[in-house]
């Protein structure tokens, strides 16, 4: 086996998989297909992490590795190029996707198909990580969606099935558009693998370098609405709130990061396209802010985390947007995707954690909305758990995403502030750390004790509390934990896997100085303020109105629109 | 030359402009079989232009057309009609569910059963 | 329509207009690097006349794998939306389905005439399916196309009376897919054991390239394709009568 098929073994390990998961499925009752199941999932999903791993050494020495599918001759096949990123994204869907598999065996959806389909899922994220080839980005991206639609709609509740329907409809249409940009880029370079490209548009005249221009700005606004940036963010609500829990958790925990990083390789084709990082940046700091006001607002626990999963994603974004405006080449903007790509890492674990444990605790509720809510580790208990680790996790995950020690939001959070420090982002990001803290404060209140008379709980009818579930919970928990703990190691090697120019040794002393321990204080005092003013009168009737906002499907477009326009604007002004 | 180019621009607009203006799900599925459609015919149109025997070996045979869009097409015209049927399941599914197929009233009588 | 809304409508058209207009209207002269290599080394590098399935087929294929994955869990998400439209709970365990039926009396729009010449053109219209799909390495056609063939071939048998074949049996026909994905991902994978990569040509050491690696996988992915597409096909007509 050479180290060129193994690097390609994400790819199809999980695609051989789900075809002896979908076999098993047509040709053999019940037992053998839970058994295929089982292993469809250990070769799909538990291996291929595994390989990536072994892989590690090669990188080191080599840098990246670079391969034709098939063999054939670079100017015409599909260049695929393995290096330090792929593996951290590969890594990071199997962080996420095995805990929510897990979760969903006995409580959400659990059919074969559903197995089946996260595995092409895996495949498709693995590509789309690894590929060099401007048409399979196409097409790996479409493999994506579609899962993503069949998944969101497989609840088959009349929401779910709006939600995936804009989705759809919105998504695909922005998918035209990329085509569009091919083709513009084609025409310009005849070639459609990144090299070709690169090397095509650098000696063109400056008639062509506007096409140029138009084309990359249409290849990039569709990959940025899968990363949910403002004003793209629209579907995004009800996607991740309505869908099954197990299912939101994939969504926001991972498919919502792997488009952003393939776009590294995008801009990166021409020094053109190096304008486009600072209006990104921007974009994603204002989301980032209006995001968490708007989390604010919201009655339903579901919406008010997606809400959520808006704004920790314009974290992301001004860190990335910012580091490709620098230069990757530099100290600073080095510094600058690391903290990005750990801030993705640790939003994909928590996030996912609180989607879970949300989900769970509502389920058996039986009620979402969280001014109503009250006394959930009653109901919990209620329904046989024994230990209270639904209620543990949870609030794992929400000192984790509120920035607090020892969990890994604080870490990452911390280092992707100071490496914005100085200017109008580290404001607007503190002020955004701030509303976090408030509106988890306020999605923390169900676990309040209720102020209706409890029925005491009988203990021989109490059902068993799913295994897999608390499992599932448990092994997302233990990661940010661990994250956590070993931060300082984990951004070292995701230093090392990004080139290695600068060793980034950020240890303890830095994150647990003086300075960083009082701004989280800041942070914290000023968040439970944000938190009395948002419940008081005045307060709670403008958080109304702000709910009452409603958009409609003409507006996604809209937003689309505005978007595009946006980057032409800034580009052409050079 | 540029006028089969606007024609299929215009083609595309009405296409756009099908699934934003029109309030009735399946005519915004035909919108975007409309867009899927014209981004086809610019391909297929322009990579035509560099000879004039189709992109079949054999004897005799000298200018082919560029047989690369084609083959990108083949790909992208699948992808498109499969995303139609997935929509149109979708759109059955939500007048099941609601007895309409006009956006609007979707919307507001998801909202109200909530 | 208010006002408001007409007008933002009239901006998002307008904006993306403009920003389409310059990909369009470029007079940059189409390149002709691609043709020129494939002229000269399709045949030599894959064994096919016809150089778009060279393309699809041989440099590309990793691109058709992708297209089969959609096909594939589109036709999933649309069977199981469509499926669940007459009943309350999913019901993991069964293989076979069928719809509710429609409302209508079952034959009141499927006529004599219907029936009769469907089921006589039924096998005709199988066998030019399968002739496009075997020859799609020398004249146009290939898998996709000819698969789309041979499922109406079957929707065409299913319509008539005359043949209760196993042909237009659900259960048969999802078999035929899932064998076929098994066997598409496994030629795939095959290259990997014949020195030449993920999705390389298996025989490429030989001198003489031989199409048997294209016809292969044409004939895989048209099984795929057609039996896919004729179980939600027969699907959305009520299920197979002698289920």
């Known amino acids: 086996m050479s180290i060129e098929t193994l690097s ?81 994204m590969i890594l990071l869907a199997a962080c996420v996707t095995i805990p929510a598999w897990i979760y969903s065996r006995k409580v959400g959806p659990a059919h074969s198909n559903f197995t089946a389909l996260v595995l092409i899922q895996n495949a498709a994220i693995s590509a789309i990580s690894m590929t060099s080839d401007l048409f399979n980005l196409f097409v790996c991206l479409e493999v994506m969606g579609v899962v993503a639609y069949v998944l969101i709609a497989s609840s088959q509740k009349g929401n779910a099935v709006h939600a995936s329907f804009s989705y759809l409809m919105f998504s695909s249409s922005a998918m035209v558009f990329f085509l569009l940009g ?39 606004v569709p990959i940025l609405l899968r990363v949910a940036v403002m004003p793209l963010s629209l579907w995004l609500i009800d996607a991740h709130s309505k869908a099954p829990h197990a299912v939101s958790a994939l969504l926001s925990g991972v498919l919502l990061k792997i488009p952003l990083f393939a776009l590294i390789r995008v801009l990166h084709l021409t020094p053109l396209a190096s304008g486009m990082g600072l209006p990104i940046s921007w974009a ?42 620098t230069g990757l080449e530099t100290q600073a903007g080095a510094l600058l995707l690391a903290a990005s790509l750990f801030h993705a890492f640790s939003h994909a674990l928590f996030k996912a954690l609180l989607f879970l444990s949300i989900g769970t605790t509502t389920d058996c509720s039986g009620n979402r909305d969280v001014y109503m809510l009250r006394g959930a580790n009653h109901r919990l208990r209620q329904e046989g758990e024994v230990l209270p680790l639904t209620m543990l996790c949870y609030f794992i995950a929400a000192l984790s995403i509120t920035a607090l020690p020892p969990f890994n ?27 976090t803290v408030a509106s988890f404060m306020k999605l923390s209140r169900i676990f309040l004790p209720s102020k209706q008379p409890f029925e005491p709980i009988v203990k021989e009818s109490l059902p068993r509390f799913p295994f897999t579930l608390h499992l599932g919970l448990s092994i997302l928990a233990a990661l940010c934990v661990l994250t956590g703990i070993f931060a300082p190691n984990l951004i070292f090697f995701i230093g090392t896997l990004l080139g290695g120019a600068y060793a980034l040794d950020y240890g303890n002393q830095f994150f ?44 996604l477009f809209l937003g689309f629109a505005a978007a595009i326009a946006a980057l032409l604007l800034m580009l052409l002004q050079h | 030359m540029i006028i089969e180019r606007i024609l299929i621009f215009l083609l595309f607009i009405i296409g756009f402009a099908a699934i934003v203006a029109m309030p009735n799900i399946i005519k915004k ?5 409309l867009m899927n459609a014209a981004v086809v015919l610019l391909f297929i149109l322009e990579g035509s232009r560099i000879g004039d025997q189709a992109p079949i070996l054999g ?51 998801l909202e109200s059963e909530h | 329509m208010k006002a408001l809304t007409r007008m933002k409508i009239m901006l998002t058209i307008l904006i993306l207009g403009l920003a389409v207009l310059p990909v369009l209207l470029s007079d940059t002269p189409w390149p002709v690097q691609a043709r020129d290599y494939l002229f000269e080394t399709a045949k030599s590098d894959t064994g096919a006349d016809n150089t778009v399935s060279a393309i ?111 042909l237009t049996n659900t259960i048969v026909l999802s078999r035929i897919e899932s064998l076929s994905f098994l066997f598409l991902v496994l030629a795939s994978i095959s290259g990997v054991f014949f020195e030449s990569g993920f999705f390389g040509n298996p025989v490429k050491s030989l001198q003489n390239i031989s199409p048997n690696f294209i016809i292969l996988l044409n004939i895989i992915i048209g099984m795929k394709v057609g039996t896919s597409i004729a179980v939600m096909c027969i699907a959305m007509m009520g299920g197979s009568h002698d289920h």
């Open chain 1, 182 to 220: 091919v083709f513009g880029l084609y025409r310009l370079t005849g070639s459609l693998s990144y090299d070709g490209i690169t090397q095509g548009l650098a000696g063109l005249g400056p008639s062509e370098q506007k096409t140029a221009l138009f084309s990359l700005v249409l290849l990039v």
């Open chain 1, 8 to 88: 390609l073994a994400p790819i199809y390990l999980p695609l051989l998989g789900a075809a002896l998961i979908l076999v098993c499925k047509s040709f053999f009752p019940t037992k053998i297909r839970r058994l295929a199941e089982y292993m469809g999932t250990i070769l799909g999903l538990g291996l291929p992490p595994v390989i990536v791993l072994f892989l590690y050494p090669t990188l080191q020495q080599q840098g990246s590795i670079d391969l034709v599918i098939g063999s054939y001759a670079p100017s015409i096949g599909i260049n695929f190029s393995f290096d330090g990123l792929s593996i951290l």
């Open chain 3, 56 to 166: 699809y087929l041989g440099y590309r294929a990793m691109d058709t794998l992708g297209e089969t994955l959609v096909l594939l869990v589109s036709i999933t998400g649309t069977m199981s939306i469509l499926i669940n439209l007459g009943r309350n709970k999913v019901d993991e365990e069964s293989i076979g389905f069928s719809l509710e039926p429609e409302k209508l009396p079952r034959h009141s729009l499927r006529t004599n005439l219907i029936e009769v010449v469907a089921s006589k053109l039924g096998p005709i219209v199988l066998l030019f399916g399968l002739y496009v799909m075997l020859y799609g390495h020398i004249s146009p056609g290939g898998g996709f196309q000819g698969g789309v063939i041979v499922a109406s071939g079957i929707v065409f048998l299913a319509l008539g009376t005359e043949l209760k074949t196993k």
């Open chain 2, 29 to 33: 599925i035909f919108g975007l079989n």
């Open chain 1, 512 to 555: 647990f100085s003086a300075s960083n321990l009082l701004k989280t204080l800041y942070t914290l005092f000023g968040g439970i303020a944000l938190f009395a003013l948002a419940v008081s009168k005045p307060g709670s009737k403008v958080l109304y109105r702000l709910k009452a906002m409603k958009s409609s499907f003409s507006d």
């Open chain 1, 284 to 325: 994603g700091t204002i989301t980032a802010l209006l995001a968490v006001l708007s989390a604010l607002a919201q009655s339903d626990a579901k919406k008010l985390l997606a809400y959520h999963s808006i704004s920790q994603i314009g974290y992301v974004v001004s860190a990335w947007g910012l580091a490709l405006h």
């Open chain 1, 409 to 435: 939001g604080f870490f990452s959070k911390t280092l992707l502030t100071y490496s914005l420090k100085g200017g109008w982002q580290y404001a607007i990001l503190s002020v955004a750390g701030a509303g």
């Open chain 2, 59 to 109: 004897d005799g045979v000298k200018h082919i057309v560029d047989p690369i869009p084609q083959a990108l097409m083949l790909t992208a015209i699948v992808i498109g009609v499969c995303i139609s049927a997935l929509a149109l399941a979708l759109a059955v599914r939500l007048y099941k569910a609601t007895g309409s197929l006009d956006i609007n009233v979707i919307t507001k009588r």
